[in-house]
Antibody, heavy 121, light 107 residues
């Protein structure tokens, strides 16, 4: 069974950093791109970042709202993807989901349960 | 950037009703569109991909159509389990843009 489990969320002050982890199981983690998608309280879904599989170049992409502040990475030996979030703003407060990219396109058949990040003083 | 606009934002319907949600893209996305269902406190669930392909395990009362810039999700006979929020998402490029969501509520 494919599973994605996020961890690392919590309460953080504006301007500080936090690192989220996404651990995958039930599939060959290194064969798939991994995305982060977030959802602010009571709001819709916002794509945040993508890291492609090594076979696809391992390249990364970011939404304009987080570019230069967030960094996505992966450790396929540990089946983990990371989202390093620096210079956090109150508007980054959201539930962050990791998702598995489908072979046929960047849509998401598998999601983690989500982890809450609250940025507040 | 590709913008996705859903309508309506909220839809009130009864069990057994036929329900249609529309999603419009700001530019041609061919058939690179997915639909999701989300219930409160849960992760979204994939319903459709490539505009009209039903994800495995999703009931056949769900169907999708469209191409280019206009798409629809139809629920042929609304069931109690279908009251939820629905999102469209384009994947014409890596930047997976979502619509703002349509909440289907009990009339």
């Amino acid at each position: 069974e494919v599973q994605l489990v996020e961890s690392g969320g919590g309460l953080v002050q504006p301007g500080r950093s936090l690192r989220l982890s996404c651990t995958g199981s039930g599939f060959t983690f290194g064969d798939y791109g991994i995305n982060w998608v977030r959802q602010a309280p009571g709001k819709g879904l916002e794509w945040v970042s993508l890291i492609r599989s090594k076979v696809s170049g391992g390249t990364t992409e970011y939404a304009a709202s987080v570019k230069g502040r967030f960094t996505i990475s992966r450790d396929d030996s540990q089946n983990i993807a990371y989202l390093q979030m620096n210079s956090l703003k109150t508007e980054d407060t959201a539930v962050y989901y990791c998702t598995r990219k489908n072979y046929r396109g960047n849509y998401f058949g598998y999601w983690g349960q989500g982890v809450l990040v609250t940025v507040s003083s | 950037d590709i913008q996705m606009t859903q309508s309506p934002s909220t839809l009130s319907a009864s069990v057994g009703d036929r329900v249609t949600i529309t999603c419009r893209a700001s530019q041609n996305i061919h058939s690179w569109l997915a639909w999701y269902q989300q219930k409160p406190g849960k992760a979204p669930k994939l319903l459709m991909y490539k505009a009209s392909s039903l994800e495995s395990g999703v009931p056949s009362r769900f169907s999708g159509s469209g191409s280019g810039t206009e798409f629809t999700l139809t629920i042929s006979s609304l069931q109690p389990d279908d009251f939820a929020t629905y999102y469209c998402q384009q994947y014409n490029n890596y930047e997976a843009t979502f619509g703002q969501g349509t909440k289907v509520e009990i009339k």
